[in-house]
């Protein structure tokens, strides 16, 4: 059974940083993070590899954001540095069972029940 788990989310001034976790059970897999803010479709935010050794991410995110994994602990990190107001929103994680990597949140097979970011300016 597939379970994810996510935590780390908070209120953050802009130029912060914050860590966000996603404990996942049912082995290893592609996984991703997601964000949405009301309204929005769900944007695609970071993906990494079953090894790790495959990271990607949105260009709004690059340069700013790391996704991680330590498969020994089943969980995924998203490490979010200098954090704008446009990053608030409910950040998800995902899992996806294919082996080729996505960006598109309908191809991802679980998700967690999200964690709120919000950056104030």
């Known amino acids: 059974q597939v379970k994810l788990v996510e935590s780390g989310g908070g209120l953050v001034q802009a130029g912060g940083s914050l860590r966000l976790s996603c404990a996942a059970s049912?082995?290893?897999?592609?996984m991703g993070w997601f964000r949405q803010v009301p309204g929005k479709e769900r944007e695609f935010v970071a993906g990494?590899?079953?090894?790790?050794?495959?990271?990607y991410y949105a260009e709004s995110v690059k340069g700013r954001f790391t996704i991680s994994r330590d498969n020994a602990k089943n969980t995924v990190y998203l490490q979010m540095s200098r954090l704008k107001p446009e990053d608030t929103a409910v950040y998800y994680c995902?899992?996806?069972?294919?082996?080729?990597?996505?960006?598109?949140?309908?191809?991802?097979?679980?998700w967690g029940q999200g964690t709120q970011v919000t950056v104030s300016s």
């Open positions: 990494i590899s079953r090894t790790g050794g495959y990271t």
């Open positions: 995902a899992r996806r069972e294919n082996f080729y990597p996505s960006t598109w949140y309908y191809e991802y097979d679980y």
């Open positions: 049912g082995g290893t897999s592609n």
